[in-house]
């Protein structure tokens, strides 16, 4: 059965020492951040995922008028939220109206037109719609993410560091919360919350969401708290402060980050589901996944409605999703890089001018 | 304990959180001062809820004295009666999905392990992560939309035009192709047979109209058969066994003799005791012929011929389902359009017939299954196929090789059985996330489950028939936390409790 087969190695390769000996020399005299960043570096997909990624925030937070209190930086583009332009429906198909305008066919030639992504049916440019309801996704997920992070890490840390009793007690209030189906508590605060204004929705959803890390920190904490480097800080005079933030904690943020980037890779689905749902953000504001609700029945008629804020969430999502694995296997240690070909002749040509 | 906790939590924030009188109090009506009043009366809600929470708890607690009362919806209907009836709805959407899920998944990461690097390998890493990204109520739509109206709209004017022909072909191509992988020659010789496999496969249904009137038919379950005994055997215990791959060739061949009988006893007897009374004789007869076939070291035989059996008699009930389809789609309730967007059954569908009743579930439960297992598929993926990579390092491996263990034996005995004891864990926790996920599905397919029950207690803010799809909720997951400890304990002899 061929399914089993496996690559055999040549005998000469093992006989060279192999290929840990390939990787071991790349990483020879480079600190941990730098191994760190040049493997991560060599993730293709996670390096244009985060190129994607960055570039799409900027596009988006742009696109529309800021407000930051007082100062107002204008956005480039030439529609907001609030217009309601007149419904275009020349050349549209089948009868409808505001369809998108935007042009990919190399023979009809490229274009935006007025309105890119087509108008709702009252008549507001889409493109701005659906900039906003991003914007307001991405916030969601960056302070979902950050809350989130920020009550694990500490609680993770607490709980791992002190043991038994506070331990205990914390890791019970885990559970509890974890006990909680998610959606419907989340959509009972939604329902009230959501009133209130999108960011509390976010603080909300971000209390919710930090039990999975908190349990990670611990069990990195548990494991670290043993090693030989605590017990000599601790010989040195260091605070118990000191020691569970400035060693043991830098020793585990690898698993941190990676764990808070599936996070909101989690916190941009979940916060369009309730949206979806009704019970996340609510109607004068908009985000991605309310767009989607509003405009679930007219997919036969008007697609675009339906398409582009979809776009947008799954775009978002692969992106963190990516970045994440691309984290997780730049600072797992065990984790090597493939050997290619190119690389066992040059470690050959290298060991040859050394001889 | 956590029970008691977190269903005090939501009680009270929900308590909180939610205004029953709000719409009342808006109303210019004369008898809302009225209506206030009787439904402060009638929900206790002049109680402050940290103590009316412990009125509710009395209700759960007379559980121990049989005496269970949750306390009445809204609407004056009993939340025992409610969830007694969303729970099975539930239940049954989610299995199948989950069931569904965990073998392709497990099947797609083993294999992408197993080429670890390859153009397949890299395909499903990106296939997982797409996957992972799509919110469900977005493909739950889509499916909606193609899986349904299209398909529908395809069934009333069925042809398939040749463009589509070639370009499905071209995909399975691929796929087995780099399924398979090796040299490229291989690649390329895989690819034609499965491109032309494929399209003679295509061109058939299309001439013969299958799709209008499906069905297997005694001559493709004979092939069939064959060729699962095979593929089985070559699994479950290695071709070269010659005695296993008899076992197995002889359970297809009874399944195709058994073909027609089986025929008459499911057209006259048609419930499910008749099925399970022949799965039995079925699991008898894979005994019965393995016993014939070898005196020694039968466990291996007969697991071979009860898998087989076991397909080749899936393959007749499908035969039989399918049969009902053309009177199914005829049916005045479908009228011809028989892939259903909405709803756990049709109700207009009166019939007593077994098979028609059956189909009509099936069909209702395609499209948000097929949601769900797109959604969790993804995390299967990535699962098994990190633990077979992290297995596959292990010492033991490079030793079972090392004395000369076939590949096959060391991959289906050695690393399979260890990568299973992480997944088995998550396995409970992946279904009992899944019934939470399913609110989603649930409410775009209008299904009248758990999750539609819990939108609609949280639209009325009714604290009673929300708590009762809560408590519900966080009693899975508790036992369900306390099922996957107690699974990873009974197979893993490595794991003691502590003292």
């Known amino acids: ?29 480079l600190s941990q951040g730098q191994i760190v960043r040049r493997r991560f570096f060599r993730h293709r997909a996670a390096v244009g995922a985060l190129v994607v990624l960055t570039s799409l925030i900027i596009f988006v937070m742009t ?55 087509g108008q709702d049916d009252i008549g507001r440019d889409y493109f701005a719609l659906t900039m906003n309801g991003a914007r307001r996704s991405l916030m969601i997920m960056f302070v979902i ?55 509390y929705l976010a603080l909300f959803l971000g209390i919710l969401g930090w039990t999975g890390l908190a349990r990670l920190v611990r069990a990195q904490f548990l494991s670290l708290r043993e090693m030989e480097f605590v017990d000599a800080a601790r010989v040195a005079g260091a605070s118990n402060i000191r020691i569970a933030f400035k060693h043991i904690l830098p020793n585990a943020v690898g698993q941190i980050i990676v764990s808070i980037t599936l996070i909101m890779a989690g916190a941009i689905l979940t916060e369009t589901a309730l949206s979806y749902l009704g019970f996340g953000v609510v109607a004068p504001d908009v985000s991605l996944g309310l767009l989607i609700s509003q405009y679930e029945s007219s997919f036969t008629t008007r697609p675009w409605l339906f398409w582009w804020p979809g776009l947008f969430i799954i775009s978002i999502a692969l992106c963190v999703n990516f970045i994440g694995d691309g984290l997780r296997d730049a600072f797992d240690p065990r984790q090597r890089r493939r050997i290619t070909k190119k690389d066992r002749l040059q470690a050959k040509l290298q060991s040859k001018v050394g001889a | ?11 009270n924030l929900a ?37 009316r929470y412990f009125l509710w708890l009395r209700g759960l607690l007379g559980l121990f004295v049989g005496n269970l009362n949750l306390g009445t919806t809204r609407d004056g209907l009993s939340v025992q009666s409610e969830l007694a009836y969303a729970i099975p709805v539930t239940i049954r959407l989610v299995l199948v999905a989950t069931i569904t899920a965990v073998l392709l998944g497990l099947a797609l990461g083993i294999i992408s392990a197993l080429r670890q690097y390859s153009r397949f390998d890299y395909g499903m890493t990106f296939l997982a992560f797409l996957l992972y990204s799509l919110p469900i109520f977005w493909v739950a739509v889509l499916l ?97 066994d010659i005695k296993a791959r008899n076992a197995a060739l002889v359970m297809a061949g009874l399944a195709v003799v058994w073909y027609y009988p089986a025929q008459w006893i499911f057209d006259n007897y048609g419930s499910y005791l008749t099925v399970f009374v022949l799965l039995a004789v079925l699991i008898a007869t894979g005994v019965f012929v393995s016993r014939a076939f070898s005196k020694i070291d039968r466990g291996p035989i007969a697991r071979t011929a009860i898998i087989t059996g076991f397909i080749c008699g899936f393959l007749i009930l499908i035969d039989r389902i399918m049969q009902s389809w053309k009177e199914y ?75 000369g263990l076939n590949e096959r034996v060391v991959i289906t005995r050695h690393a399979f059985r260890n990568m299973m004891l992480p997944l088995s864990s998550l396995f409970v926790g992946e279904f009992v996330g899944l019934v939470g996920g399913a609110v989603i599905t649930e409410r775009v397919f209008g299904w009248q489950g758990m999750g539609t029950l819990g939108i609609k207690a949280i639209n009325s803010y009714d604290l009673n028939l929300l708590m009762g799809v809560n408590l519900l909720l966080s009693f899975l997951v508790v036992t369900g936390n306390l099922l996957a400890d107690l699974l990873y304990s009974a197979l893993d002899p490595r794991i003691r409790l502590r003292k």
Not at chain 2, 1 to 11: C, Q, T
Not at chain 2, 367 to 395: F, K
Request: hydrophobic share 50%.
């Open chain 1, 145 to 199: 993410g950050a809350v989130a992070g920020f009550i694990g890490v500490v609680v993770g840390s607490i709980a791992g560091f002190y043991g038994k009793m506070v331990d205990a007690v914390l890791m019970r209030l885990v559970d509890f919360i974890q006990t909680v189906p998610t959606i419907i508590i989340a959509a009972v605060i939604g329902k009230a919350a959501g009133k209130v204004g999108p960011l």
């Open chain 2, 144 to 240: 909606k939309e193609f899986m349904a109206i299209q398909f529908n709209n395809f069934l009333s004017e069925p042809n398939i035009p040749l463009r589509w022909m070639i370009i499905f072909s071209i995909f399975t191509g691929v796929f087995w192709g780099s399924l398979l992988g090796g040299e490229r020659r291989r690649f390329w010789t895989v690819f034609g047979g499965a491109f032309a496999t494929n399209f003679v496969i295509l061109w058939a249904i299309d001439f013969t109209d299958w799709y209008l009137n499906p069905g297997l038919g005694p001559i493709l379950i004979a092939l069939l058969s064959v060729g699962i005994a095979f593929g089985v055997t070559a699994i479950s215990s290695g071709i070269t």
């Open chain 1, 63 to 117: 696109a529309l008028e800021t407000k930051i209190g007082p100062i107002r930086i204008p956005g480039w583009w030439k529609w907001t939220t609030e217009d309601i332009p007149a419904l275009r429906f020349e050349d549209c198909p089948g009868g409808t109206t505001g369809c998108p305008t935007l042009s990919l066919n190399p023979a009809g030639g490229f274009g935006l037109g007025t309105h890119p992504f």
């Open chain 2, 329 to 403: 789609s005829a049916t005045d309730a479908v009228n011809y359009r028989p892939v259903p967007t909405f709803g756990q059954r049709k109700d207009q569908l009166v019939t007593e017939d077994f098979w028609l009743n059956n189909l009509d579930i099936i069909m209702h439960l395609i499209l948000p299954t097929l949601a769900l297992i797109l959604i969790s598929l993804a995390g299967w993926i990535r699962y098994s196929r990190g633990a077979l990579l992290e297995v596959l390092n292990q010492d033991y491996i490079r030793t079972a090789r090392a004395k």
């Open chain 1, 1 to 29: 059965m061929n399914l089993f087969k496996r690559k055999e190695k040549a005998t000469g390769e093992i006989l060279a020492g192999g290929e840990s000996a390939i990787a071991n020399k790349e990483v020879e005299g």
């Open chain 2, 15 to 51: 308590a909180y959180a939610s205004d029953p009188l709000a719409e009342l109090r808006l109303s210019n009506d004369d008898s809302a001062q009225q209506q206030i009043a009787a439904l402060t009366r009638q929900l206790n809600l002049d109680t402050p809820p940290p103590i």
């Open chain 2, 1 to 11: 304990m956590i029970l008691f906790g977190s269903s005090f939590m939501v009680y």
